[in-house]
Structure formats: structure tokens, C-alpha cells
């Protein structure tokens, strides 16, 4: 299967240590994007990147939250020093933008991090 | 905020068509209206998108209405595991904003 790919898929961690969660996107797909799902809400989205380049955040990114893509290939979102708030699903998307056209996303397993 | 209204919740008889209705009255020219469901604790799956015309794939048929603001999820024949959140989005590039969407229960 060549979909995204999220890692870990659980992660249970004590308020104020860091996280980081690895996606995968699908192959030569140039967009990734990260979004963030509390329980009975719709995904929120958080950030994306075009290839290597970050190019919008979301308010919802506090300082605590950091996203890279270094290669344009799989991405990373750290988030430091955790708070209760931050218990969620942690969701990546990919997709392939071609210049005019509309472009359709495709989401990975996600992300399940409880905070204690 | 999402740009669509969808019920909270609907239930389908297994074997029967689920139609799922979504209201997007503000919707724009250039604005596709996507549909994605997401079964518990899974991410969401693609399901069908549209701009003007209907449409129709192997999982699902998208009706939308002449002036657009509104549209029709139709899965033909539902079964027991079609039980999950319906997402409609209208969209145009990458800017998504989900709402609540619709819970819909199939039902044996």
C-alpha cells in the first residue's frame, strides 16, 4: 500500500516532555499538510508545506508546535514541552498540486497523543 | 468556520441508499464540493468531489444542484460498514475547513 503513512500511531507522554510524529506522504505527492482532530470535531488544519517550504500556519500552531519537511519528502511535527491541551489526533495529509488544477487530499491514520 | 451545514446525525437501513444532504449556500464559482467520511479512529477517506456537474465512482454519486448550494451524497447501497462520519467541504485549492458533519448509522 502506497498511501500516508503516520508514525507513531499511539503516543502517550507526561505534560511537559516533547513529542515528535513522523508522516509519510504518498509518493511525488509536492503538498503535505498536518491537521489536528479533538474528540466529536472535524480535522483542523495546522500547516502545510510545498515541497521543502512551509508555506501557511494556522493560529491554532503555538510556539510550542514545530513542522519541517527538510527533504520534500516526509515531514515531522514536534511539539515541546506538552500540555493536557494538546491530547488529540494528529493527522497528515498529502496531495499532488498541478498548476490550475484542483487538487484532492489524501489522509494518513493519524496520530492518537494522549497527555497526562 | 466550514462553509457548509450538514445534519448532525442520520440513520439508513443496511441494503438501502443512505442520501446525505449538505447546504453551502455561500459557495463560489471556483469552489469544489469534496466529500470524505471517516470511520472511528481512522483518518478520513476520500470519497467523491464535484464542481458543476454530477458525478459518480465506485463508492458513491454526488448530486448537486443547479444553483449550487447544495448538494447530495448518495451511497446506493449502504452496508453495516458505511457506519462513519460524513464530511462535505467546499473548497478551492487546498484550503479545507471541516465541519461537525453528519454521523450516519447503518442499521441491520
Known amino acids: 500500500d502506497t498511501g500516508v503513512s503516520q508514525d507513531p500511531r499511539h503516543k502517550i507522554t507526561k505534560r511537559g516532555q516533547n513529542v515528535t510524529f513522523r508522516c509519510d506522504p504518498i509518493s511525488e505527492h509536492n503538498r503535505l499538510y498536518w491537521y489536528r482532530q479533538t474528540l466529536g470535531q472535524g480535522p483542523e488544519f495546522l500547516t502545510y508545506f510545498q515541497n521543502e517550504a512551509q508555506l501557511e500556519k494556522s493560529r491554532l500552531l503555538s510556539d510550542r508546535f514545530s513542522a519541517e519537511r527538510p527533504k520534500g519528502s516526509f515531514s515531522t511535527l514536534e511539539i515541546q514541552r506538552t500540555e493536557q491541551g494538546d491530547s488529540a489526533m494528529y493527522l497528515c495529509?498529502?496531495?499532488?498540486?498541478?498548476?490550475?488544477?484542483?487538487?484532492?487530499?489524501?489522509f494518513g491514520p493519524g496520530t492518537r497523543l494522549l497527555v497526562l | 468556520d466550514a462553509k457548509t451545514t450538514q445534519p448532525p446525525s442520520m440513520d439508513c437501513a443496511e441494503g438501502r441508499a443512505a442520501n446525505l444532504p449538505c447546504n453551502h449556500s455561500t459557495i463560489s464559482g471556483n469552489e469544489y464540493v469534496y466529500w470524505y467520511r471517516q470511520i472511528h479512529s481512522q483518518g478520513p477517506q476520500y470519497i467523491i468531489h464535484?464542481?458543476?456537474n454530477n458525478e459518480t465512482n465506485e463508492m458513491a454519486s454526488l448530486i448537486i444542484t443547479e444553483d449550487r448550494k447544495s448538494s447530495t451524497l448518495i451511497l446506493p447501497h449502504a452496508t453495516l460498514r458505511d457506519t462513519a462520519v460524513y464530511y462535505c467541504?467546499?473548497?478551492?485549492?487546498?484550503?479545507?475547513?471541516f465541519g461537525p458533519g453528519t454521523r450516519l448509522s447503518v442499521l441491520p
Open positions: 464535484g464542481l458543476k
Open positions: 495529509a498529502s496531495s499532488l498540486a498541478r498548476l490550475g488544477g484542483q487538487e484532492t487530499q489524501y
Open positions: 467541504i467546499v473548497c478551492y485549492g487546498q484550503n479545507f475547513v
